[in-house]
């Protein structure tokens, strides 16, 4: 009797982990054909969320067919490498009291720093674009989009004091946000006399 008591026990026990797992993953679920769009205040957990992805290792700096044509504030590096092929950029990063610091060296070369002050708001998207579900809701492309000013740029970045700059972490996951969801990132910087971008995955 007691072990049927013991068996029925467990049994109950486990249907209760299982329906309570269940229950806590489709917290997350989306539906397909899912989009969100919004503004919202950059409070405290997102600055925890921001703080916890690194933007660090390889990157590229974004250029067009019109090579440098179409860039500005970067002779330093238009020096090195004038077609735009051949040069390897490292970039690392840190985040403390609501401001990132971006630096990033040019090969075996020049190198420099951007601090980006973190804004009042962030942008935030989400969308299901291809509609699979696994059966605990479809995965979303993911944005986290932040527009702000430079308040310190050196070295090869100098020309970009005073710009404003854009910074976009995209990546995959469910309906609820964790740092490791966001594998890539880009940064955009523009102002009277820098206009580019790097971008690369993070860390």
Same mark, same amino acid.
């Given at each position: 009797?007691?072990?049927?008591?013991?068996?029925?026990? +467990?049994?109950? *026990? @486990? +249907?209760?982990? *299982? @329906?309570?797992?269940?229950?806590?993953?489709?917290?997350?679920?989306?539906?397909?054909?899912?989009?969100?769009?919004s503004r919202v205040k950059l409070d405290a957990s997102y600055l925890t969320l921001l703080?916890?992805?690194?933007?660090?290792?390889?990157?590229?700096?974004?250029m067009t067919a019109a090579g440098f044509d179409g860039i500005k504030g970067l002779p330093e590096i238009e020096k090195l490498d004038p077609a735009g092929e051949e040069l390897e950029f490292n970039v690392t990063s840190s985040f403390d009291r609501r401001q990132w610091r971006f630096s990033l060296k040019a090969g075996l070369g020049p190198s420099g720093s951007l601090v980006l002050a973190m804004p009042p708001h962030i942008t935030l998207h989400a969308a299901d674009i291809d509609g699979i579900d696994s059966g605990l809701g479809v995965s979303l492309y993911k944005e986290y989009g932040l527009n702000g000013r430079v308040t310190a740029a050196t070295g090869i970045f100098r020309s970009a004091r005073a710009a404003n700059y854009h910074l976009m972490f995209q990546g995959r996951g469910n309906g609820c946000d964790n740092p490791s969801d966001f594998t890539r990132w880009r940064l955009e910087v523009n102002g009277p006399r820098a206009d580019y971008a790097f971008f690369g995955k993070t860390g």
């Open positions: 009797m007691l072990k049927k008591k013991v068996a029925v026990f +467990i049994m109950s *026990l @486990t +249907i209760v982990l *299982l @329906t309570a797992g269940s229950a806590l993953a489709c917290a997350c679920c989306v539906e397909r054909g899912h989009y969100g769009h703080s916890e992805i690194k933007m660090i290792g390889a990157a590229d700096l974004y």
